[in-house]
Each structure stands twice: as C-alpha cells, then as structure tokens.
Nanobody
C-alpha cells in the first residue's frame, strides 16, 4: 500500500500562490492515478484535482480549474498541486490520495487571508 505525506501548506494572502507536494512511498506509486482533496472546517472532504498514472490526463473541480495545476514526477514518487490566485474559500486541509482511495495522510493546512 502507498503511504503519503503532504507538505507545502501555509498562510497566504488572497491572490497569492502555494505549491503543495505529496511524497509517496512504495514501488507501485507510478501505477496509480492520484488526486488532491480538501476539507474545510465543518464541511465534507471534496475532490480538487486528479491526474492519471502517466500524467497525461488531468481533471479539476470546477471552482479551481484555471487556477490550480496538478502534476506528478514518477521518478520522485511525488505529486504536486500548484495553486495560484488563491481565494479565502480555498482555505482547508489538503490531502492527496491514490485512486482508488487508500489510506489518508495527515494533510497540509492552507489558509488564505482576505
């Protein structure tokens, strides 16, 4: 099973950018599609972006499309989420996971101030 560690979160002003990283352990990482998810306080966890095992296909939640970019480096067992033009409503704990879903990591907090 792939184990995941998210990093790169922080506090940023509205309009700013952050780049999240998700480091995966296990030799099977490159065989999985991957996704980023987020959970805001008092809300359910929601899908943000996904990427195929090869990186050739990407998918985005409507509210982040055009602002967020998902990518992966299979040689480094890492998936990234570049977040630009951040808004206060993007504030949440961000998680990565495989698809199909496996165990969740601890997530990384993103806070966008207005």
């Amino acid at each position: 099973q792939v184990q995941l560690v998210e990093s790169g979160g922080g506090l940023v002003q509205a309009g700013g950018s952050l780049r999240l990283s998700c480091a995966a352990s296990g030799r099977t990482f490159s065989s999985y599609a991957m996704g980023w998810f987020r959970q805001a306080p008092g809300k359910e966890r929601e899908f943000v972006a996904g990427i195929s095992w090869s990186g050739g296909y990407t998918y985005y939640y409507d509210l982040v499309e055009g602002r967020f970019t998902i990518s992966r480096d299979n040689a480094k067992n890492t998936v990234y989420l570049q977040m630009n033009s951040l808004k206060p409503e993007d504030t949440a704990v961000y998680y990565c996971n495989t698809w199909p879903l496996g165990a969740w990591g601890q997530g990384t907090q993103v806070t966008v101030s207005s």
